[in-house]
Structure formats: C-alpha cells, structure tokens
C-alpha cells in the first residue's frame, strides 16, 4: 500500500508539473507578444523538464516549476528565439512545398515528391524535437546543435521510435478528448520528448547512466 501511494504521489506531481508548465507557456507567450514569445516558452520548457529529470529531488512545487521557467524563459529569450527561426523558416519551406505538391497535379513525378517531401517533413520535425532538447542541455552554437539533432536521429532509432510513437499516441488523445489540448497543450508532448531523449538518447551528462559531460550546462 506504501509503494502505491508513493507511486500516485509521484504520478500527481508530475501531472501537476506539466500542467504548471502549460500554464507558464501560454502566460510568457503572450507577454513575448506571441512571436517573440513563443520559442522562448518552448526552450524554457525544455529546460525545466531536463532540470526536473535530472534532479535528485522530483518533488517539484507549483512556485518552484514557475520560478525556474521564468528564469529560463528571461534569459534564453533572444538566443531561443534566433534558434527558433533559424529552425522554423526551413520548416515553414518544406511543409508549403508539400501542400504545394499535395494540391496541384504534377503527375506520376508528384506522386514521388510528394512522398519524399512527406518523409523529409517528419525527418526534420523529428530533428527539431530532438534539437529542442540537445540545446537545453549544451551551450552550443546553433549549427552544431542542429548536427548533433540530425546525427541523434539516425544514431539513436530507439530513441526516435519512441518519440515518434509518443508523439502518435499524444495525437491520438487530442483528437479523441479535444479539452485535454486546452488543458496541456505542447506540454506533454514536450515532456515525452525531454523524457525520451533523457532515456534513449544517450547525451553524455543527461540520461539515466548519469555520465558526465564537460560542457553540459548546469
């Protein structure tokens, strides 16, 4: 009976800790005035949850989860930003191409681009996800954050398996129960990535091995 409740304690207060996350994201964005707001929350998020997974003590509170968001979120705001763009502009290309291939009749040639744009869309949403959580972890300049996410990708299958059927399995709860969206929002799908890149992802200074890394940030 012990080990149950210590279970449902634990379960409670990481519910608790990814809805106070959700709450500090739609909060900052809006004082980023959306565009400058948004990657900040979603890089403060990161951070918080690496933090979380890493800590010796789980027992996060609602002031703790917000203070450390906001400190994350203020001093990360023009570099996350920078890194966001940086991420999104090329995204933004690939999924207008695919839209663009998808809604006009270029033949048997289509229907080829068509799949392959398809397939590099999920490859570079999966390297952005991933890219998320590596630069939480490193102090690193944006190119080499984006290698080491694209390298993380192919290097690590189990890891992206996971984060893809994670991701799959959040969808699917979304669609089936829309006030569970408005509940959380990109919070849970944020911490099933930082949750499994801390298992699988094998970063040297944050997985469950506890191997160190020199230039990991504290």
């Not at 890089?43 to 949850?49: I, K, L, R, W």
């Not at 397939?119 to 954050?145: D, F, I, K």
């Amino acid at each position: 009976m012990q080990r149950f409740a210590l279970g449902y304690e634990r379960l409670a207060r990481m519910v608790m800790l990814i809805a106070v996350v959700h709450m500090a994201v739609l909060v900052h964005t809006i004082c980023g005035l959306v565009a400058f707001g948004l990657f900040p929350s979603i890089g403060a998020a990161y951070t918080v949850y690496r933090q979380w997974l890493m800590s010796e003590d789980r027992s996060w509170g609602i002031r703790q989860t917000w203070s450390a968001f906001h400190a994350a979120w203020r001093a990360d705001l023009r570099a996350a930003n920078l890194f966001g763009w940086a991420l999104a502009i090329p995204g933004l290309l690939l999924l207008w191409e695919y839209w663009f291939v998808q809604h006009n009749d270029l033949g048997q040639l289509g229907i080829l681009a068509s799949g392959v744009l398809l397939v590099a869309n999920l490859a570079y949403l999966l390297m952005t996800c991933v890219g998320w959580a590596v630069r939480s972890h490193y102090a690193e300049r944006t190119g080499w954050v984006i290698r080491m996410s694209a390298s993380m990708v192919v290097a690590r299958p189990l890891c992206s398996l996971f984060i893809v059927l994670l991701l799959a399995i959040i969808c699917y709860a979304y669609y089936t129960w829309p006030g569970l969206a408005a509940a959380l929002g990109i919070s849970v799908p944020i911490f099933a990535i930082m949750a499994s890149v801390y298992a699988w992802g094998g970063l040297p200074g944050m997985n469950a091995h506890g191997a160190q890394e020199q230039r990991a940030r504290p």
